[in-house]
């Protein structure tokens, strides 16, 4: 399948490990000029060596703190000017804390909202500037915005904006040639999936593993995902091989997640 990445311009939030890692490693092994960003200068710096001595990819690095309002802007500026524009952004920011509604404070709501859904808007009104026709833009979620959880209020709350934003915008965006879609990670074996596992375990008053292996259950396929796995299902929506799919959300659970709608 030829995927028509090589010498494309893409910009991953959040990259410095994990999911937004994992598409980065996954975009530069199919010849795309890479840009990563996260809040810590060494671990960004570590990520991006990484990434150029595994692809030989040229591979930009930036701190930035994707809850700092204006941040997003810059970046996306900064890069677009230096490249000549941009072809495949995916926003992409840590998802906010753990808890019920109870154990949270006006506060609390005001950081996701900085954290999750107000950087994922910034993302797209600074990239819309730099995207062309051809251009594509996928946005991260979580099961959340299809089954909530009563712990992640916070998240289900604010992912699920993201996940409305990212329908307005496949419809405005497409009569400009801008794809946008929506990735559903399922449970996939990430420092986030540990900390949540570790917090489940802490409130069932069980062992991580034995609260791993009770998730693992509650899956068809079995098991947690791998990083891989979900990146290769960002990079055929970022593609040319997905050109005629817009709008759409797809999610990498394992079948975990069961809507009928």
């Not at 090589?6 to 990259?15: F, H, L, N, Q, Y």
């Not at 949270?104 to 819309?128: C, F, I, K, Q, V």
């Not at 329908?167 to 559903?184: P, Q």
């Not at 996939?188 to 409130?203: F, G, N, P, Q, Y």
Request: neutral net charge.
């Amino acid at each position: 399948m030829e995927l028509g990445l090589t010498g494309k311009r893409a910009v991953i939030g959040a990259s410095s490990s994990g999911l937004g890692f994992g598409i980065a490693r996954a975009l530069a092994a199919q010849g795309c000029r890479v840009a990563v960003a996260s809040r810590h200068r060494g671990r960004i710096e570590a990520a991006a060596g990484a990434l150029r001595r595994e692809t030989g990819a040229e591979v930009v690095a930036d701190v930035v703190d994707f809850a700092e309002p204006g941040a997003t802007t810059a970046w996306l500026d900064r890069l677009a000017a230096g490249w000549g524009g941009l072809d495949l952004l995916v926003p992409n920011a840590g998802g906010p804390p753990p808890g019920r509604f109870a154990d949270t404070a006006p506060d609390d709501w005001d950081a996701a909202y900085r954290l999750t859904l107000r950087s994922a808007l910034e993302a797209a009104l600074a990239g819309r500037r730099h995207l062309g026709r051809g251009g594509a833009v996928l946005f991260m979620t979580g099961p959340v915005v299809r089954q909530p959880a009563a712990r992640l209020v916070l998240s289900g709350v604010m992912r699920s904006g993201v996940s409305a934003l990212a329908k307005a915008l496949a419809d405005e965006w497409a009569a400009d040639g801008i794809r946008v879609n929506h990735l559903i990670p399922g449970r996939i074996a990430t420092d986030r999936v540990a900390e949540l596992d570790e917090e489940m375990a802490r409130k069932a008053g069980i062992g991580v593993a034995e609260a791993q292996a009770r998730s693992a259950a509650a899956i068809p396929l079995g098991r947690y995902g791998r990083t891989d796995e979900l990146a290769a299902a960002a990079v055929f929506l970022l593609s040319d091989a997905a050109a005629y799919i817009t709008g759409a959300t797809l999610a990498v659970d394992g079948g975990m997640i069961r809507p009928i709608v």
